[in-house]
T-cell receptor, first 116, second 114 residues
Framework: DQQVKQNSPSLSVQEGRISILNCDYTNSMFDYFLWYKKYPAEGPTFLISISSIKDKNEDGRFTVFLNKSAKHLSLHIVPSQPGDSAVYFC???????????????FGKGTKLSVIP | DTAVSQTPKYLVTQMGNDKSIKCEQN?????MYWYKQDSKKFLKIMFS???????INETVPNRFSPKSPDKAHLNLHINSLELGDSAVYFC?????????????FGQGTRLTVV
């Protein structure tokens, strides 16, 4: 049972254009959401996050939007650059305390290719 | 300085063997984790551990056990390795009680069981 879904396994975008990566979740206990970027043979690296009390968070070229009623979030990258080519994972963490609160449930990832 | 480091990066071993993967973090974090990325690329939590509690994902076989000699280390021991254990294992750490619930990941250990 996938609690975090990324339905697009891949996405190709022209350099300079906007990349939009989508993510849906089903578990109502999730109240914090993150995007990670992963290059081959490396571990995931944190990109940006958003708490459920917000609907938007921005960091430079990266913006995450959260629609709680639809249980949907998206990552916008503007403008896209060839160095952004990687696998992007959406992740969510639950409203627990202690060691469990930072456990991340990941989607399957979307491979973004930015074409020069 | 690598924040979260795992050794070895690659591990090839025969079925039935017992092996360990080491993980160290120099971030001063209070919680460490092991994640598994299987052949279908799913990245799933296996364990969460701080000095007060161990949380085990119910799907993890009891052949897998985390061992923490101190706050900066969380090693993964695997007994009686099976073909299906082949995967990439990631160690991670985080500091609870902060506003940003981000985890820092190691570079991964690719385990191949033959």
């Amino acid at each position: 049972d996938q609690q975090v879904k990324q339905n697009s396994p891949s996405l190709s975008v022209q350099e300079g254009r906007i990349s939009i990566l989508n993510c849906d979740y089903t578990n109502s206990m999730f109240d914090y959401f993150l995007w990670y970027k992963k290059y081959p043979a490396e571990g995931p690296t944190f990109l940006i996050s958003i708490s459920s009390i917000k609907d938007k968070n921005e960091d430079g070229r990266f913006t995450v939007f959260l629609n709680k009623s639809a249980k949907h979030l998206s990552l916008h990258i503007v403008p896209s650059q060839p160095g952004d080519s990687a696998v992007y994972f959406c992740a969510a963490s639950p409203r627990y305390s202690g060691a469990g609160s930072y456990q991340l449930t990941f989607g399957k990832g979307t491979k973004l290719s930015v074409i020069p | 300085d690598t924040a979260v480091s795992q050794t070895p990066k690659y591990l090839v071993t025969q079925m039935g063997n017992d092996k360990s993967i080491k993980c160290e973090q120099n971030l001063g974090h209070d919680t460490m984790y092991w994640y598994k990325q299987d052949s279908k690329k799913f990245l799933k939590i296996m364990f969460s551990y701080n000095n007060k509690e161990l949380i085990i994902n119910e799907t993890v076989p009891n052949r897998f056990s985390p061992k923490s000699p101190d706050k900066a280390h969380l090693n993964l021991h695997i007994n009686s390795l099976e073909l299906g254990d082949s995967a990439v294992y990631f160690c991670a750490s985080s500091q609870t009680g902060t506003g940003v619930r981000r985890a820092f990941f190691g570079q991964g250990t690719r385990l191949t069981v033959v």
